[in-house]
């Protein structure tokens, strides 16, 4: 006999109060890997996705009132790590041509975690049966694989290069 | 002036002391994952990336040497924290019908961090001139991405409906 009565539900609930805990630490750490980028297309990439984040933020508490639950976050060790990483190379390639690639870097490791979250979520959302909030976090996913995808751009049109 | 002579190569290097270090955590994370998953299916999908991930370690040395250095990893913040989150679940939902889908989600967070450092990895490589390494750090982000679809195979295909 299970005496572990968790379902699905209750890692739906989890794992909303970690994405959305990640979000409000992304939320902090762009404007500063904004202002630390070298080449202004970098800065915008992270300027536009500042902006995304606010409403990423908005339609994860549009999830939680879905279920019936008040916007909470949790910490989330694993955006902590990452975004320790990303403030390393901050610190350490200040002032070098590298830079930016490592920003890149770093932001790109930021949208993984975010698009493995994000997927998740978005499928036990179909399972539990809440297409309302399985169609808000598939927006989400979208967002954060351009995202990604602008950010390899950027990496192969120059910023690579430039730091070689 | 710039008095930070650091460049792609010494970012290129340190993100792969951070993968090598990474890949051994996640060497030694398989093992307890593999034995908690209640799924006959999950607990193969686990073993075979174990086998998966010696390859993976073997790949990484083959590139040290192409660069020059000895293997070395250097602690990855973001795998810890990405692995304590999947202990906290293998914890909180032992014995509960959602350890499985819980257990997917954690392996999936694991491959996108992997697929994010793997993907840097092989451009900077090419940037770099390394067409021997870059073809190496493909090799794995490619297995990477199979083992991340088989994962939300599994989870689509029951993992997900047993546990709500």
């Keep these: 006999m299970a005496t572990n009565e968790k379902t699905l539900n209750d890692l739906f609930h989890d794992a909303l109060k970690d994405i959305y805990y990640a979000e409000k630490q992304i939320l902090k750490a762009l404007p500063k890997m904004a202002k630390a980028a070298q080449a202004p297309e970098l800065t915008a990439a992270f300027q536009k996705h500042l902006t995304e984040t606010e409403g990423q933020i908005e339609r994860l508490e549009k999830v939680f009132e879905l279920i019936g639950k008040r916007p909470q976050g949790k910490p989330c060790e694993a955006i902590l790590g990452i975004l320790d990483e990303g403030k390393e190379i901050m610190e350490e390639f200040k ?59 950027l990496g192969d049109r120059g910023l690579n290069k430039k730091a070689a």
């Design 95 to 153: 002032g070098a041509v590298a830079l930016d690639a490592g920003l890149v870097a770093g932001a790109q490791a930021v949208e993984h975690y975010e698009m493995a979250r994000y997927g998740t979520l978005k499928t036990w959302a179909t399972t539990l049966g809440l297409p309302e909030a399985a169609k808000l976090l598939d927006q989400t996913l979208q967002e954060e694989t351009r995202t990604d995808q602008l950010l390899t751009q």
